[in-house]
């Protein structure tokens, strides 16, 4: 089961990472626009927001990617601890995100089913 979790793990921590790539490098490009369904005026005034928020996936990857290095190297208290704190917000997040806007419900299961996943793959290995 902690390969399994790993794995689920490793996948949210790229989604988040490409999360942060479109939010805080590309908000304004066509592509980025386009995936967000965005105009240019619109993207322009939410750069500054988009930025900031690409950041804060930025670092619940960075701390569920720990948690993962920490899992891998068999130090599994710490590395479960860091995985659920990064992890666990990003399927917060998705809830959130599924809760407030419906219409979103694609992005939000994308977010959260990974780390759901590996969350409980991991939990469940620890039992």
């Given at each position: 089961m902690t390969a399994i979790g790993s794995v689920f793990i490793g996948v949210a921590v790229l989604v988040h990472a490409y999360i942060f790539v479109l939010e805080s490098?590309?908000?304004?490009?066509?592509?980025?626009?386009a995936t967000f369904g965005m105009s240019a005026v619109a993207a322009e005034s939410t750069k500054e927001m988009a930025f900031n928020q690409g950041f804060y996936n930025l670092f619940l990857a960075v701390v569920a990617a720990v948690g993962l290095g920490f899992t891998v190297v068999g130090d599994e208290g710490i590395g479960l601890a860091l995985v659920l704190a990064g992890a666990g917000s990003m399927v917060?997040?998705?809830v959130v995100l599924l809760v407030s806007s419906p219409s979103k419900a694609r992005p939000a299961l994308i977010q959260l089913v990974p780390p759901l996943l590996g969350c409980l793959a991991l939990v469940i290995a620890r039992l």
């Open positions: 490098l590309r908000w304004t490009a066509p592509r980025t626009r917060a997040a998705g």
